[in-house]
């Protein structure tokens, strides 16, 4: 059984103890240069309050505080919900590691959806089917990257691609658990997290970087994202500023039937 | 000396009690349709933490979530530092009433920023000079738009003003305390929360709708807002996502001199 889980379940897995903490572990399968790929720590943060048997409705904004550097290893995960209403429940998460020392905080706002009236206010970007550009060769990028099939259209500045030409700090592309995985809030909320920064589209090069803070907004219910499958989905990333040792990154991801999933945001420390 | 103290210092000003904790009042000066304008209720978490004798830096990022609603009069906050790095400080801050109830949780980065390569990614909206606009009338909008001359070029949406005629979700205007006050990271901080729901312009009408997560990008320093003193800055707001209770909203703050000082997100229930 263990050994046909897929690694996405795998890495985001925890086990609660007798005092209602939550006991995880990374795996290597998501490694990243140093210590796990942010996104799969965004989405076990999420899990500890989406495994929670009180818990209401479905995420609709998480905020992820990377605080530290994460080691390969056991960590443990204490999640609250600090207060719940008739449709809303907040929850602040807090990830440790070596005996207490906090390494990663987070918040996250669940709610009970309803239709309401809807508009997508932004154009759907017009791309290539997935299956018709070449997937990204990310032999020699961190391990991480060998967990999706990633097809860039623009903008992905892996190991082993030639970067673009065009001076600006966008990446598109379409993404894919591999192997493939229907997408859930975990799953999504990692993707999130799947772009590298922008100092290197930007700079067409690699500097020290790293992200600081990541905020997700969910758009997508439970039942919008069972719709989706295991499909590719379409990352849309950009920057607004960079100076003064940060820069920020906003994104969307698509569905492949042209609905906005989520945003994303983060702001990340680099050395240029 | 208390009667000459800008109502913004007021409104954001805490005294700390013997046990650590931060107590503050809300202020009738920013009141809104209930409790208080949310821009106040930020910028007095931030200050929780910026009032630190042991805080690092400016802060780069704040988070800060909307639990339950505030009520006028006394609250306390308590912040804590929840790892200190060489560079980079990460705190967290909960906004408590009546005897302990979370009303507000929030998490800030703040780091030593220090001279980068830098870009902005974004065109400055060229438009008028503020002072070539009128001023917007407030006097039938809530108590703390009367600390703001707002001069809007496009879907301000506020009582008393005409909706503008474009079915958008975009907000443009010229922002400035008023009374003027030197801009610092807590007026910034406010005003990255004075932008109207974007379903208020997008459906030109009044609808329930509350902030329930909002986060703040800082692109200056210290230096930088110091540069600004009390003039204008602009806003501009746009949303990407209305559907099932939720919308986002993204914000650009310029200043006068074209420099991006900030970059904020939130996320907004609404019934409509």
Chains 1, 2 share one sequence.
Not at 7 to 20: F, K, M, R, V
Not at 127 to 144: F, I
Not at 215 to 221: E, G
Request: charge should be negative; include cysteine.
């Amino acid at each position: 059984m263990t050994q046909q889980r897929h690694p996405l379940d795998l890495a985001t897995s925890l086990e609660q103890n007798s005092d209602g903490i939550w006991c995880g572990n990374t795996q290597p399968d998501y490694g990243n240069m140093v210590g796990p790929f942010g996104g799969i720590t965004s989405a076990v943060l999420l899990n500890a309050a989406l495994l929670n048997a009180d818990r209401l409705g479905d995420p609709v904004s998480l905020t992820v505080n990377f605080a530290g550097p994460i080691e390969d290893g056991p960590f443990t995960i204490s999640a609250q919900a600090v207060r719940t209403n008739r449709s809303t429940q907040h929850w602040s998460m807090t990830q440790f590691q070596h005996d207490g020392q906090i390494a990663t905080t987070a918040s996250a706002v669940f709610a009970i959806r309803r239709e309401t009236w809807q508009s997508t206010e932004l154009d759907f970007p017009v791309r290539q089917p997935a299956l018709s550009l070449a997937r990204a060769d990310t032999s020699n990028a961190p391990e991480w990257t060998r967990r999706y099939d990633m097809r860039p259209v623009k903008g992905l500045m892996i190991d082993g691609q030639q970067p673009t030409q065009e001076p600006d700090a966008i990446t598109e592309f379409w993404i894919q658990d591999d192997p493939p995985r229907p997408l859930d809030f975990l799953s999504l909320t990692a993707i999130c997290d799947s772009f590298v920064p922008r100092i290197f589209v930007r700079r067409m090069g690699r500097f020290p970087a790293g992200t600081i803070s990541l905020t997700t907004y969910f758009h997508a219910d439970t039942a919008l994202l069972n719709l989706q499958g295991g499909n590719h989905v379409l990352g849309l990333a950009r920057a607004s500023k960079f100076g003064l040792g940060y820069h920020d990154q906003s994104a969307e991801i698509w569905s492949d039937q042209q609905q906005l999933l989520a945003t994303t945001h983060q702001i990340v420390y680099y050395k240029a």
